[in-house]
């Protein structure tokens, strides 16, 4: 790995600490250009995933949408307002033994599990 990888790595796994709201690719981006407007998108993006393959981020699928990124690594679960599109973390026990109860089903290894929970956030309650 060399030093510029390790810049470009460090500044973009910052951003998303810095960020703190399961920010986007190009939220990402935005965030490092806005500092650094000599570093590419692909660079962030490259960086991206390979904080997400070395378990320094988590990789937070949404259906139909961007996927969102995650300093938090711990296993937890997250919401996703339909309204707004809020994406944050859920203050509620994961539960490891679904892990279980899935696995073998089919001759499959469980190893983790992500869940997603849809519905309104309390200011579009509010609305």
């Known amino acids: 790995m060399n030093q510029r990888n390790t810049f470009q790595r460090t500044l973009t796994l910052d951003a998303v600490q810095t960020l703190a709201n399961h920010p986007t690719a190009d939220d990402v981006y935005n965030f490092v250009h806005a500092k650094y407007p000599q570093i590419s998108r692909t660079t962030v993006y490259r960086n991206l995933n390979k904080l997400c393959d070395s378990n ?5 699928k949404i259906f139909g949408a961007a996927d969102r990124f995650d300093h938090n690594i711990h296993s937890h679960y997250h919401f996703k307002c339909d309204e707004c599109g809020d994406v944050c973390d859920l203050d509620v026990p994961y539960i490891e033994s ?6 073998g089903i ?6 983790a599990h992500q869940i997603l929970f849809d519905g309104l956030c309390p200011e579009c309650q509010k609305k």
């Open 106 to 111: 089919g001759g499959r290894i469980v190893n």
């Open 56 to 60: 320094d981020l988590l990789r937070v």
């Open 98 to 103: 679904i892990n279980e109860m899935f696995a």
